[in-house]
């Protein structure tokens, strides 16, 4: 009978980066997995880009956007959190606010001394990959953990960042 190899790493933090896509909601679901099999702490965060990835009228002020974006970040972290330590997980949110999205994740690794990262190829898409490049390839290409880089299909929208289907937390 061939023997199963033993997995000697065992991740104790897991960091799940979201914004909130259908694709970074596949990797947090990954995440989630991963994070109730080897009993880890279960973190994520949501960059909220100071220079927005979406074209805004002139007449809405960039801390309203920014504020928005916080205070939705927070409802869906809060439904998240309920959801999975009524499950018995442990779970941290962050909100970050950065003009590089891919550094302030980073900071976020290095501070919260992840030791495992899950992550999707594609999130929202539009102009802000095409100028600054992939935000998964930049952290493939600076993380020192071990990381699970999720490929999913890119996004056929720009704008809707939710789902038709409901879930209970999303």
Same mark, same amino acid.
């Given at each position: 009978?061939?023997?199963?190899?033993?997995?000697?790493?065992?991740? @104790?933090?897991?960091? $799940?980066?979201i914004?909130f896509? %259908?694709?970074?909601?596949a990797a947090?679901?990954t995440?989630?997995?991963?994070a109730g099999?080897?009993?880890a702490?279960?973190?994520?965060?949501? /960059?909220?880009p100071?220079?927005?990835t979406?074209?805004?009228p002139?007449?809405?002020?960039e801390?309203n956007y920014?504020?928005?974006r916080?205070?939705?970040a @927070?409802?869906?972290?809060a439904?998240?959190?309920?959801?999975?330590e009524?499950?018995?997980?442990?779970v941290a949110?962050?909100?970050?606010e950065g003009n590089?999205? $891919?550094?302030?994740i980073?900071e976020?690794v290095?501070r @919260?001394?992840i030791?495992?990262?899950v992550i999707s190829?594609?999130?929202?898409?539009? =102009?802000h990959?095409?100028v600054?490049g992939?935000?998964?390839?930049?952290?493939?290409?600076? /993380? %020192?953990?071990?990381?699970?880089?999720?490929?999913?299909a890119?996004?056929?929208s720009?704008?809707?960042?939710?789902?038709?289907?409901?879930? @209970?937390w =999303?």
């Open positions: 009978m061939p023997r199963t190899p033993s997995l000697t790493f065992a991740p @104790e933090r897991i960091l $799940a980066p914004d896509s %259908q694709s970074s909601r947090l679901e995440a989630i997995d991963l099999h080897f009993d702490e279960l973190f994520v965060v949501n /960059v909220i100071i220079f927005s979406t074209t805004l002139d007449f809405i002020p801390s920014i504020e928005e916080r205070k939705e @927070e409802r869906r972290f439904r998240l959190r309920d959801t999975l009524g499950k018995g997980m442990r949110s962050i909100i970050e590089d999205v $891919a550094s302030n980073m976020v290095e @919260e001394k030791d495992f990262l190829t594609h999130g929202i898409t539009g =102009w990959p095409l600054f992939s935000i998964a390839e930049k952290i493939v290409k600076m /993380v %020192q953990c071990p990381i699970l880089l999720l490929r999913s890119k996004p056929e720009t704008t809707n960042v939710d789902s038709d289907r409901p879930t @209970e =999303w």
